[in-house]
């Protein structure tokens, strides 16, 4: 009798051929699937380079188009403010003095002829440092009016802006300080400190305190060139205020 069947083995068992077939077409088939995703990437990229150089092409060609780039200049660092000046006269001046460098200013001028010389210096020295500033006689004088504001000084000033000309009717400045000199000066300042001394009532310390009756007493001495000695000590005593010593 020919061979029998292996009563073990299941009638439906595939045989080793087909699973073979089976695994290389599954193995086919994840290539081809590869292959097409390659491509589809591949396709991508290739668009994204053409992308790339047509947006490069485009910023070459306005780049083109832009004017030359120039270095640009320079900046200077700002110079350092004036110092504020006080504002110790009228306001006619406050446009000027914002430029002024920072100076003692003049003391406020009462006509007071022991305090003249030391006004007139004072303006002096101002102008002179700031010659910048005062660039015509017109304002200088107007700036020296502008502290004659009290007793004499004010009657004075007021008279030179009341006139028609007003502060352009003196030429230059060098006639306004003639008529300064002639208005608050003396002749003689030798012969004036001299007869001042001569009377108490002049020269006395009155309501003063003493320190400013020194120095007005000293002013006197050196204008009328007295020499050091007794009689002024005594002229000097006699002038004391008889309560008032401080």
Known sequence: MSQLANPDTPLDAPAPQDEAWTHLLHLETQV?????????????????HQTTDHISQSL?????????????????????????VPTAAPGVLAGLRAQLPHLALPDTYDGDRISRERFLQSCLTYIHLSRDAFDSD???????????????ASTYALRVLWHPGGVGSFTDWATFKKDFWAEFFPIDPAKSAALALR??????????????????????????????????????QDGLHPVRFC
């Open 32 to 48: 081809q699937l590869t292959q097409a995703s390659l491509t589809h990437h591949t396709t991508k990229l290739s668009t994204l």
């Open 60 to 84: 070459q060609a306005l780049l083109e188009r832009l004017p030359p780039c120039t270095a640009p200049p320079p900046v200077a660092e700002p110079s350092p403010a004036a110092p504020a």
């Open 138 to 152: 017109t304002l200088k004088i107007a700036w020296v009016l502008s502290y004659m504001k009290a007793e004499r």
């Open 199 to 236: 009377n108490r009532e002049q020269y006395g310390q009155r309501k003063r305190m003493l320190d400013k009756y020194i120095d007005s007493f000293q002013a006197l001495v050196e204008q009328a060139a007295y020499p050091d000695g007794l009689q002024l000590c005594l002229m000097f």
